[in-house]
């Protein structure tokens, strides 16, 4: 029996193959041997290919540069981008034979079958790994699941390590992997009920000092921003603590002792709710759909009655804060504005979300856009909008928050107005003559509002710069 | 030739009778015998030193017989005991089961290794003399045949138990339990001093101490120096500095104004270009971050290290081609070298790459094509942030890159061409660096070679000759007097740049080098191997200075140092980047130093264990593979990708690279 893992039965084949008819046994293991040998050599030298290719997996492109390298002919026809598969049959008990599974195509099928998808663009995302030596819990990173085997363990392994990475205690897995002192535990837990008291107006606003003012706050961030955004999707109908949590992100945006940069984007998207939300507020607010005003019954109007307007309010705070974020941190979060903007525009295009939602969109983009921004974004929508507008204001139940819309639009164009600077107002005597041409850029009823408040500078504007765009 | 065993077959049997029973095969398995034998029966005391034995007796007894000709009881020899040594030398075991026969021993490269280098053994006078005792009463046991083996192939050289405290009875108390059985630094093949200035083939008396290295930082000329002061004070002048915070002035100062020492390269040993407004501008720049950096240094209270930053940058889509990644020094690019053949160069914030000579639509990135095989190294020609942007452009001008093709290129980043192809290595170029202040940049090869270039010369300045395999990982000191090979030759050694002879060879890896960086003060040198162990080395020594665990096997394909030099990251083929501590002591650097505390420790660590009894040797494994060493600060698990790059940026920043590779669902 011969030990070589290369069966000399195929030295024997081989030697037939070339002519020589019979090989002696002891030469054929001799030449069985050599080949184990040879192939360990090329094996050797194609795993250094791997190496360096970084990879894991062998492939068949390592073979051929180990082939050449060993000055031998590569084999050719073996290409293959990724690593073969390999089919198994049995030759009999224990004898597995292993062979490159190679499809039959057929030739006329491929021929007129679709050309196969281009592949998708190499690119690259970029994300925190760790945060002063914390790994953030996004979705980019794993989840925190057997890290107790990455640390060092024994008598002489640094208690304060495991602790730090939140495994002090190896039976119960705490919830967060950040040390945290007894007084910073006691902080927050103060900070957070006191932000939630409704009744102790001079409690919450200690807390909100604290949140300004504290460097220890630094240490809290994180569960801070949790808390927030935690609070902010389970209280959507209690404007209270909506209207709590966003004057807690100020705070913290204020306090001049965090470095917050990194923290930016898990901030956004609670204001951004605060801002686009559907449903803010009580729930007497009116169902979210395009059903015409025929579907509503007395009830309903009833409960407008006593609809409040107070979560346009709390819109607007949360559009101050997102133009406040825009403004200090868009420098080092690539694309936070756009985002942002992207998100508004969306939402204030879709005539499916709420008044109250348009208005949220309208106002962050006024206010983090800038009359630019306007004068791109919105002017070119509003001959859309137009429609909206209309049917809101035909419908008594809405016609209050369409009049707010309204108004921002013409807060919007205000802007945009006062942007280019000093107007010469001339030859505009007569708004009522251009009512027309407004109407076409604007849509109907923010026309007439302008003409009604008499605003030609706004007019001369919107007809300026449409015509900078032709 | 006919195979020696069959030899007894053919001619009379009877009339060898005796003499054959003790020859071949029976008389090396009776000999591994009694050697096996004796390690078991002997005092624990002497077990971790005797046992360093049984390796090489193995390896040596096994050549002999392949090229004594006993195929088949070589093979049976091997087959009997692999096992025993699998787990702590798997690629050599690996390697040494295909070598079967006499001419494989001349063309494979491990077994001319062994055969052509006596393996030094270390051991203190007491085991030495038992062991010799031993073996003169077993002479004719087996005793004669472990003689001509240890005469012919080992270097055993015998020290004082008194002298060097790692080998005191308390050393190897501590460590003897659970020590990873690893080959102490100055055990192995090439058989040198540890420490030693040249490998003892050349000269076995030569001494550590005479050759003194100079570590200190490059001498910036004086031009360039008054150039960078004075543009510090306008700068001074412009923006005073805030409360609390150095001067410009100040903070150069104490960089440049270090006690005039003794042991700074002189420039024309490595000549440098003459200054140019750039440079001016980078070293500017440097003073700059260096002051207003975040700070790595005396944050340690209560052992938590200080809390490292690091931003991943994930490629997608890449199908396992990404080779090699690199970033910019000003922060600004990525590049990418693909198994392909090309290489691709990101703007990191996707603007956009503009090329003065072309007019079509500038993307956020480009494909640099002219390489005929995949690309192993990718390296930007350095780079600083441009403090000034009125002044000379200092973001990397130039790209280089070498390929299986046996080239290196230079790209211009300016108009993304390829500017000169350096050829002259003979194989596969594995890796490349630029020299600390560009012009010069240094390759690996699979040609066994290591070469300096400089960008100018279109031929090697320098031929790096020695190692006995692959030269894989290139490093260079930080003041360009020196330069770092790190080969699968499981060796790593420090040569001078210029003169070209290695001043150091650093033993102690027991897998292939895949990675090295040296320290930014100088001082030190980080390597790390496949098989998941990072080693510092003290440079003026040597030697040693600790080894820290963690990473699984598969590769630590990068290191990088805080600008402090006492934090390093890694990161590798087990998809974590880890912060490693450089200068807290561990176990195993406690136990050299051997104070009393270590010694309390590992008696107390000797009773538990000893009751125990039994099964600690299958403790003993489990501890080596899960072993993580203490000085690890943190660890950060990747999602299922590979980090093929690491860099800390010149603020303490640490910059990640990897490809993201979802397992196949299938």
């Not at chain 1, 894991?56 to 492109?61: A, C, K, P, V, Y």
């Not at chain 1, 082939?67 to 390999?86: A, D, H, M």
């Amino acid at each position: 029996m011969s030990s070589s893992v290369w069966n000399p039965d195929n030295v024997r084949d081989v030697a037939e193959s070339v002519g020589i008819a019979s090989l002696a046994d002891n030469v054929v293991e001799e030449l069985a041997r050599d080949v184990d040998y040879r192939l360990a050599q090329v094996l050797e030298e194609a795993l250094k290919f791997m190496r360096h290719g970084k990879r894991t997996t062998l492939s068949t492109h390592d073979i051929s540069h180990a082939l050449k390298v060993l000055n031998v002919e590569p084999l050719y026809g073996y290409e293959s981008t990724r690593p073969l598969r390999f089919g198994e049959a049995s030759l009999g008990p224990g004898q597995p034979l292993y062979y490159v599974e190679d499809e039959e195509v057929d030739f006329e099928k491929l021929i007129n079958a679709p050309l196969p998808k281009v592949p998708r663009e190499i690119t690259f995302t970029a994300h925190w790994l760790a945060v002063e030596g914390v790994q953030p819990s996004i979705p980019q990173n794993p989840t925190a699941s057997n890290q107790a085997d990455l640390l060092p363990k024994g008598p002489n392994a640094n208690p304060h390590l495991a602790a730090a990475n939140g495994l002090d205690n190896y039976t119960v897995k705490p919830l967060v992997k950040h040390v945290l002192s007894k007084e910073s535990q006691e902080l927050f837990a103060k900070l957070s009920s006191a932000l939630l008291d409704e009744n102790n107006q001079e409690w919450q606003n200690a807390a909100l000092a604290s949140i300004q003012s504290d460097p220890g706050i630094h240490q809290l961030t994180t569960y801070l921003i949790t808390f927030i955004s935690e609070k902010v999707t389970h209280s959507m109908k209690n404007l209270t603590v909506l209207r709590a949590m966003l004057l807690a992100t100020d705070r913290l945006l204020a306090n001049p002792t965090i470095y917050l940069d990194p923290y930016i984007p898990y901030m956004v998207p609670p204001v951004l709710t605060c801002c686009l939300g559907k449903h803010i507020g009580p729930t007497s607010h009116q169902a979210p759909s395009n059903a015409s005003s025929e579907t509503l019954n007395g009830n309903n109007i009833n409960g407008h009655a006593r609809h409040n307007f107070e979560h346009f309010d709390l819109r607007k705070i949360a559009a101050s804060l997102l133009q406040q974020m825009c403004r200090k941190y868009s420098a080092s979060n690539q694309g936070l504005k756009t985002r942002i903007a992207r998100s508004c525009l969306k939402a204030f295009l879709d005539p499916n979300k709420p008044l109250g939602t348009h208005y949220g969109a309208l106002e962050t983009l006024r206010r983090v856009l800038g009359a630019d921004g306007v004068r791109i974004g919105i002017l070119p929508n509003l001959k859309i909008y137009d429609e909206v507008l209309k049917e809101a204001l035909a419908d008594d139940s809405r016609k209050e928050e369409a009049r707010r819309v309204l108004a921002t639009i013409l807060v919007c164009l205000d802007d945009m107005e006062r942007s280019r600077g000093a107007m010469r107002a001339n030859g505009v005597a007569n708004l009522e003559n251009q009512r027309d041409r407004l109407a076409e850029k604007v849509g109907g009823e923010v026309a007439d509002h302008i003409i009604k408040s008499n605003r030609t500078a706004v007019a001369q504007a919107i007809l300026e710069a449409d015509l900078s765009m032709a | 030739m006919l195979r020696k065993e069959s030899e007894p077959a053919a001619t009379n049997g009877a009339s060898l009778g005796g003499q054959s029973s003790d020859q071949g095969g029976t008389k090396a398995t009776k000999a591994f015998e009694l050697l096996r034998k004796y390690m078991d029966d002997i005092l624990d005391v002497y077990k971790p030193e005797l046992r360093k034995l049984l390796w090489p007796v193995f390896v040596y007894s096994y050549l002999d017989l392949v090229r004594e000709y006993f195929t088949k009881d070589a093979e049976a020899f091997f087959a009997k005991y692999r096992n025993t040594f699998e787990r702590d030398h798997p690629q050599d075991v690996n390697t040494l089961s295909a070598v079967r026969l006499p001419p494989h021993l001349t063309t494979d490269s491990l077994a001319k290794l062994y055969l052509d280098n006596k393996y030094r053994v270390t051991m203190t006078l007491m085991p030495f003399y038992n062991l010799v005792q031993f073996l003169e009463s077993k002479m004719f046991e087996g005793g004669q045949a472990l003689i001509d083996v240890i005469r012919d192939h080992l270097n055993i050289v015998t020290v004082d138990r008194t002298a060097t405290t790692e080998r005191s009875i308390a050393a190897i108390l501590a460590s003897g339990q659970d020590e990873d059985e690893l080959p102490a630094e100055d055990e192995g093949i090439p058989g040198h001093n540890p420490g030693h200035p040249l490998t003892s083939r050349h000269d076995p008396e030569a001494d550590a101490s005479r050759i003194r290295l100079a570590l200190g930082p490059y001498p910036l000329d004086q031009d360039l120096q008054d150039d960078v002061r004075a543009t510090l004070q306008d700068e001074d002048a412009k923006n005073a500095p805030r409360p609390g915070q150095p001067s410009l002035v100040d903070e150069y100062e104490a960089r440049i104004k270090r006690e005039p020492t003794d042991d700074v390269p002189s420039r024309d040993l490595i000549p440098l270009p003459p200054s140019l407004a750039r440079d001016v501008s980078m070293e500017v720049q440097k003073v700059v971050e260096h002051r207003d950096r975040y700070r790595l240094e005396g944050t340690r209270t209560g052992g938590v290290g200080p809390g490292v930053s690091v931003t991943m940058y994930t490629f997608h889509n890449t199908y396992d081609s990404i080779n090699c990644i690199d970033f910019s020094g000003d922060n600004k690019l990525v590049a990418a070298g693909m198994a392909e053949s090309y290489i691709r160069v990101w703007s990191m914030d996707g603007s956009a790459l503009t090329s003065p000579s072309e007019n079509a639509q500038p993307a956020s990135s480009r494909r640099l094509v002219g390489h005929s095989g995949p690309i192993y190294a990718v390296a930007f020609s350095p780079a600083t942030v441009n403090p000034d942007p009125t002044g000379p452009s200092t973001s990397s001008q130039y790209l280089l890159s070498a390929s299986e093709d046996k080239s290196v290129r230079l790209w211009s980043l300016d108009v993304w061409q390829c500017l000169v192809a350096y050829r002259g290595h003979d194989n596969p170029i594995w890796d490349l660096q630029w020299g600390p202040y560009g012009h010069y940049f240094l390759t690996g090869s699979n040609d066994r070679t290591a070469r300096l270039w400089a960008t100018d010369h279109i031929e090697p300045l320098r031929i790096y000759v020695g190692h006995e395999n692959d030269v894989d990982c290139v490093a260079f000191h930080p003041n360009n007097l020196y330069v770092f090979t790190g080969s699968c030759d499981r060796t790593v050694r420090m040569w001078h740049t210029s003169g070209g002879n290695c001043l150091r060879l650093f033993t102690g890896h027991t897998g292939n080098v895949t990675s090295i960086a040296c320290s930014p003060d100088g001082r030190t040198l980080a390597s790390a191997d496949d098989m998941g162990n990072i080693i510092l080395w003290t440079l003026e020594t040597g030697r040693r200075k600790k080894r820290m665990r963690g990473h699984g096997k598969g590769g630590i394909w990068s290191l990088s140092w805080s600008v402090e030099s006492t934090i390093l990251v890694s990161c590798g083929a087990d998809q974590t980047v880890r912060v490693w501590d450089a200068i807290q002591e561990t176990n195993e650097s406690t136990s050299k130093a051997a104070d009393g505390t270590a010694a309390a420790k590992a008696d107390g660590a000797l009773t538990t264990k000893g009751a125990s009894g039994a099964p600690v040797t299958g403790a003993k494994k489990n501890a080596k593979e899960s072993g993580v060493t203490a000085d690890q600060i943190s660890v950060f698990q990747t999602k299922e990708s590979p980090v093929y790059k690491v860099q800390f940026t010149r603020m303490n920043l640490v910059l990640a690279g990897g490809a993201y590779l979802p397992r196949p669902t299938k």
